[in-house]
């Protein structure tokens, strides 16, 4: 992925949904632990509650005595399930019989004989049971419900939370990628800036107002177009100063060449071309110090030059010059 743009999108989705996900994780356990603790809240008030109501009748156990769960308070109704019937209850008694059950409870004893909360899988349902003991009666007043029902409502409970945080994903996918590409424009313009100038300007970009991020990579463009600007000034000052210092032993060539041309002897001639000899050495000479010392300042730029052999040049052109003079005398 080359895009900045993109790979800031995806990072940042990605992050917002892990921190979603964790959240899902943590509301959905937290709603099971809070779900849980209300319904044993629940069930333990209900197994009081129908020891109490048998404790008022006399400590008789009628038989319809379970079915009072069924006046245990009633949860709120969540996504159409009724949760007030879920209840069933067993009465007990200490010789081991059945005294009375409500309606759905199955006939396999919920829990053993201990008091408290235990849970039993009775005809492929587990149930979460509480066992309420009572001395003076001579019961255990035995209330549950099924681990199933409590898996629902937690869902449905997870699932109200959830769903409209669900339908603004979308929404919240947009507004990162608005604001990620508000964030890239000083980029933007930078790249604008820099395509809209001349290959001449080399003047430093002003950085007021930039982004703190970019200002690096500002300061190290006016630092290049810095070093670019010296470098060219450099070979201006150096194609000058050669120019300078070539003319005259380039007209002096010209002269010592005339000279040959027009000899009346060959004495004459000869001195001439030894003149072009000895000027064709110096000028040799004197372009391989301005070679070395343009090397000298600038080992980079002057590296990139074309290897010329300047004594070779010279004297080619000293030998075409000679063969002129001869064709001529």
């Known amino acids: 992925m080359n ?3 993109a790979r800031l999108f995806v990072i940042l989705l990605a992050a917002t949904g892990a921190v979603w996900l964790s959240a899902v994780i ?8 809070e779900v849980s603790h209300v319904l044993d809240r629940r069930l333990q008030e209900s197994a009081q509650m129908v020891a109490s109501l048998i404790g008022r009748n006399g400590g008789i156990v009628a038989p319809d005595a379970a079915a009072l769960v069924d006046a245990a308070p009633a ?10 019937r879920q209840l069933i209850c067993q009465v007990w008694g200490f010789d081991g019989q059945l005294k009375s059950e409500s309606d759905g409870a199955p006939a396999t004893r919920l829990a053993d004989g201990a008091a408290g909360f235990s849970e039993r899988e009775v005809e492929g349902e587990v149930w979460r049971v509480y066992s309420h003991v009572d001395e003076d009666l001579g019961i255990r007043v035995m209330v549950g419900d099924a681990r199933s029902v409590r ?13 409209p945080a669900i339908l603004i994903l979308p929404l919240l996918a947009g507004l990162i990628w608005l604001a990620v590409r508000r964030g ?6 930078l790249a604008r800036a820099l395509a809209g100038r ?49 003319k005259t032993p380039l ?28 000027g064709v050495d110096r000028t040799d000479r004197m372009v391989r110090q ?40």
């Open 151 to 163: 898996d629902r409502l937690v869902g449905d409970v997870v699932l109200g939370l959830l769903a």
């Open 251 to 278: 007209a002096g060539l010209k002269t010592q060449a005339q000279i040959a041309q027009i000899a009346p002897d060959e004495a004459t001639r000869a001195r001439a071309l030894a003149q072009i000899t000895g």
């Open 184 to 189: 890239l424009q000083p980029l933007d313009r």
């Open 290 to 329: 301005l070679l070395d010392m343009t090397a000298a300042e600038n080992p980079v730029g002057a590296s990139d030059l074309p290897k010329q052999d300047g004594a070779r040049i010279l004297a080619e052109v000293a030998e075409g010059l000679s063969g002129l003079a001869a064709a001529r005398g």
């Open 26 to 33: 943590w509301i959905q356990y937290s709603t099971r632990t």
């Open 3 to 5: 895009s900045i743009r």
């Open 198 to 246: 001349s290959a001449t300007d080399l003047s430093p970009l002003d950085d007021q107002g930039t982004a703190t991020e970019l200002k690096p990579m500002i300061g190290a463009l006016n630092g290049l177009f810095r070093r670019v600007d010296a470098a060219r000034e450099r070979e201006r000052s150096f194609t000058a100063f050669a120019a300078h210092e070539l």
């Open 75 to 84: 949860l709120p109704d969540t996504g159409g399930h009724d949760f007030a």
